[in-house]
């Protein structure tokens, strides 16, 4: 993937300047652990899940359809499963999100390397992926047609692969962000555009929604190319120009950003013509402790008032329109 879009077959979607803005809202749905201890924390447990209520009633509130991307331990317990199927009824789509730690068959080294599903061999990302789905469709009784991978970690066999297993569109694309150091790959190529891709049949990439803000955000790209360095990385440069308002790249997410931020990004690509975006986070900030993001109650709060406001922001403001990804996929490939 680190090669760019073009290189692996993707080919962006021209979006005219007169189309009406369009939000597609992502949750990463999966098994919560402490992030600071890394993946091998991870025990496969789901009691945030429900939770996911504290996020729905704003959707119903907004009339959001959002997309549930499933891991395999919350589509293989019954009171998660159960959870899930609900909100298929109050308008919500379901896709499938490849974590390689929770998913049998259990074959790779479990470290961080092995945690971007990019990496597996392609046999054994063939019959995790394929579990995964059958799983999905056993237990909450729907064929998803979205795919996510865990931690961004497509690549482009991965891409020929939902191919073969009848996915409709792709949300691992994480447009902006380099992976390389910890073992993932490079978006740094990749603009915020909807791209699409395929060999035999036409399938949408949806990538989620990332760029830079601050005073120097037109030289942000550049920026983060001087900094990528050990002599910057050991100056904390990205930091300082973080911390100084310059520059910071960061997602359309209500995890670790105000609504000041959220709403500067999508203006400013709005202005450099973007009309589809993706807004996403994990299930597992809906529950304090999990994440970074979420410590207590309190950010909780403030990560559900975020997320308000932006939808009303995006939706009465920008006069934008929420669509699954599925429909998304129609309006844009038909």
């Given amino acids: 993937m680190d090669a760019g879009p073009v290189a692996v077959?993707?080919?962006p979607i021209a979006q005219a300047a007169s189309m009406q803005p369009t939000l597609i809202t992502v949750i990463d749905t999966e098994s919560e652990f402490d992030w600071s201890a890394g993946v091998i924390a991870d025990r496969g447990a789901v009691t945030s899940i429900a939770s996911l209520d504290l996020a729905q009633e704003i959707f119903d509130q907004f009339g959001v359809k959002p997309c549930y991307v499933v891991d395999y331990p919350v589509a293989s317990h019954p009171e998660s499963a159960a959870t899930l199927k609900a909100m298929i009824s109050r308008g919500a789509e379901i896709g499938a999100h490849l974590q390689p730690w929770t998913t049998p068959p259990m074959e790779e080294t479990l470290d961080q390397w092995h945690s971007f599903p990019g990496n597996l061999d392609g046999d054994l990302l063939r019959r995790k992926l394929a579990?995964?789905?059958?799983?999905?469709?056993?237990?909450?009784?729907?064929?998803?047609?979205?795919y996510k991978a865990g931690r961004y970690g497509i690549s482009h066999s991965t891409l020929t692969l939902l191919?073969?297993?009848?996915?409709?569109?792709?949300?691992s694309v994480g447009s902006g962000f380099d992976y390389r150091q910890q073992g993932g790959?490079?978006?740094?190529?990749y603009a915020t555009t909807p791209y699409?891709?395929?060999?035999?049949?036409?399938?949408?990439?949806?990538?989620?929604?990332?760029g830079f803000i601050g005073t120097l955000r037109n030289h942000g790209p550049a920026l983060w190319r001087l900094t990528d360095n050990s002599i910057a990385r050991a100056l904390h440069l990205r930091g300082v120009l973080d911390r100084t308002g310059a520059?910071?790249?960061?997602?359309?997410?209500?995890?670790?950003?105000?609504?000041?931020?959220?709403?500067?990004?999508?203006?400013?690509?709005?202005?450099?013509?973007v009309r589809v975006?993706?807004?996403?986070?994990h299930s597992s900030s809906l529950a304090p402790g999990f994440t970074p993001y979420v410590r207590d109650k309190d950010e909780l709060k403030q990560l559900l008032a975020t997320m308000q406001h932006y939808i009303d922001y995006f939706l009465n403001q920008?006069?934008?329109?929420?669509?699954?990804?599925t429909e998304a996929r129609q309006k844009l490939i038909g």
């Fill in 9 to 11: 077959g993707m080919r």
């Fill in 185 to 189: 790959p490079d978006f740094s190529r």
């Fill in 277 to 281: 975006f993706t807004l996403s986070f």
């Fill in 196 to 210: 699409m891709f395929g060999a035999r049949r036409r399938l949408l990439e949806l990538p989620t929604t990332g």
């Fill in 163 to 171: 191919e073969d297993l009848g996915f409709e569109v792709d949300l």
């Fill in 131 to 146: 579990l995964l789905v059958e799983t999905i469709r056993e237990n909450i009784g729907v064929t998803p047609l979205s």
């Fill in 247 to 273: 520059a910071s790249i960061i997602r359309l997410s209500p995890e670790g950003h105000d609504i000041s931020q959220l709403k500067e990004l999508t203006r400013t690509l709005l202005a450099e013509g």
């Fill in 318 to 325: 920008v006069g934008g329109v929420s669509l699954t990804p």
